[in-house]
């Protein structure tokens, strides 16, 4: 039997998803969460993006997040997700605030590190594991989904904790042994119930073999159900257009709703590119800017109109040290491949090391506010390119505290650590200790199922 056959008895009047190399049929919602990526390599798109009616953008400063991101979430998922269902996975995935605060003088931050792994990844790892419970729930078979992830870091806490104690779902998360830093291991080696942390001695590249290896593997997939959860996943991907709604909103609760500028850290371009579909769908968005680490491909495309990836290297914002971003396919999508029409709608900034630490202290000394190395990208590319009368949006990818030995040597002051993080480090770790040899990852799942 097929492991996957249940989830495909949909039928044909919902949303579709399309490959963006387009060769391939479309698939339904349950399919393209499930599969992640396209059979052709490509990203799933849905094949409609609602504009949202007039009406909705008027009182929407008088909506409150919930409200606006069920609205939202409807647009995408209200063909595939009973009403009262969706609500609620909107519900339990947002069970934090995304605020908006003023740094200085026409410029915002919108803070997305409330949620508990202390990273906006939290809102699309928390709506994937909750619309994949909801498809086992609806097809049930009995069996346990088994989700795999190879992490360098952010995601494992993110998908880890997204997961924690959903049923019917085991995650396993493989992580380079002595290459996360301590605050990241202890995010998910920590958590016990349906999360086992697998230490592998290699590096990330190795972890992102073996997670690959088994998704191929024909006696491991028949013996088991294998999903991913990376962030191409639409379920990880689409939900990110929730808090450019409330963002918005907030900007315009203070009379701040003419002229913004969204400015997004951007690394593997998904967050950038849920801001381009909540636009598509009506948000009232003058333009965005992509700001870049030393990783400039999409920089130099803006430039050129030529994309060349290349090796990334590593900065102090390194979950922006990608050289070859995923979504950038899902950008040219959305534009039909167009470079005059994306270049006019996106600016793009490159920032050195340097001066990611200047900012920081700058911004510090000058506001109090205390940024992270990503939320620094974010702020210098305003300060570069924000013109007179426009109002400045940044997104704050993560907390400080994420990165507490770089922001504390950098702003010379101790920063409080949340108490969420605090308890994440009074854990116990408990992980699983992997060779980087396929066969023995392979045995190990294999005696569990
Ligand atoms: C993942 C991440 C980014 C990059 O987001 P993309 O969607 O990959 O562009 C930026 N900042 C932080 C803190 C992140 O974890």
Redesign the pocket.
């Known amino acids: 039997m097929r492991p996957n056959a249940y989830l495909q008895t949909l039928n044909n009047n919902l949303m579709k998803y399309y490959s963006t190399n387009h060769s391939v049929p479309e698939v339904s919602l349950s399919e393209a969460v499930v599969k992640g990526l396209a059979a052709d390599r490509g990203l799933f798109m849905p094949e409609r993006i609602e504009k949202l009616p007039k009406e909705f953008f008027d009182n929407i400063e008088k909506l409150n997040l919930h409200d606006i991101a069920v609205r939202v979430a409807e647009a995408f998922f209200g063909e595939d997700v009973e009403p009262e269902a969706l609500e609620k996975i909107v519900r339990d995935t947002l069970s934090f605030d995304t605020p908006v605060v003023e740094v200085e003088k026409d410029i915002y931050s919108l803070e997305l590190f409330h949620g508990p792994t202390l990273?906006?990844?939290d809102v699309g790892a928390r709506f994937m594991a909750r619309l994949l419970q909801y498809f086992i729930n609806k097809g049930s078979d009995g069996r346990t989904v088994n989700v795999l992830v190879a992490t360098s870091g952010?995601t494992g806490s993110a998908v880890a904790n997204g997961f924690l104690g959903v049923e019917g779902i085991h995650v396993y998360v493989l992580y380079p042994k002595g290459k996360v830093s301590p605050i990241q291991e202890c995010q998910f080696t920590t958590l016990g119930k349906n999360i086992t942390a697998i230490e592998v001695d290699g590096n990330f590249d190795d972890c992102q073999r073996l997670v690959k290896s088994a998704f191929l593997d024909v006696e491991l997939n028949s013996r088991m159900l294998l999903t991913s959860a990376n962030?191409i996943n639409v379920a990880r991907f689409l939900p990110q257009a929730f808090y450019y709604f409330s963002g918005y909103a907030q900007l315009k609760a203070k009379g701040r709703g003419e002229e913004i500028v969204v400015c997004?850290?951007?690394?593997?371009?998904?967050?950038?590119t849920a801001g381009l579909i909540a636009h598509r769908m009506g948000l009232p968005i003058k333009r965005f800017i992509a700001a870049n680490n030393a990783n400039d491909i999409f920089y130099n495309y803006l430039q050129t109109g030529e994309y060349c990836p290349k090796a990334s290297v590593q900065t102090l914002?390194n979950?922006?040290d990608?050289g070859d971003?995923s979504?950038f396919a899902r950008v040219l999508d959305l534009y039909a491949g167009k470079h005059e029409v994306i270049a006019s709608l996106i600016s793009g900034t490159t920032i050195s090391d340097a001066e990611i630490a200047e900012t920081m202290k700058r911004c510090y000394e000058q506001t109090g506010y205390v940024l992270?190395p990503?939320g620094a990208c974010g702020y210098l590319a305003l300060k570069r390119q924000l013109k007179e009368g426009e109002t400045g949006l940044f997104l704050e990818?993560?907390h400080p505290a994420k990165f507490l030995e770089t922001v504390t040597d950098i702003i010379g002051k101790e920063i409080e650590i949340p108490e969420r993080l605090q308890e994440f480090m009074n854990g116990k770790k408990q992980s699983v200790a992997m060779t980087s040899d396929f066969a023995d990852l392979k045995s190990y799942l294999l005696q569990l199922s």
């Open positions: 990273a906006f990844k952010d962030s997004v850290p951007s690394g593997n371009f998904g967050n950038i914002a979950a922006m990608v971003p979504n992270d990503h990818t993560a």
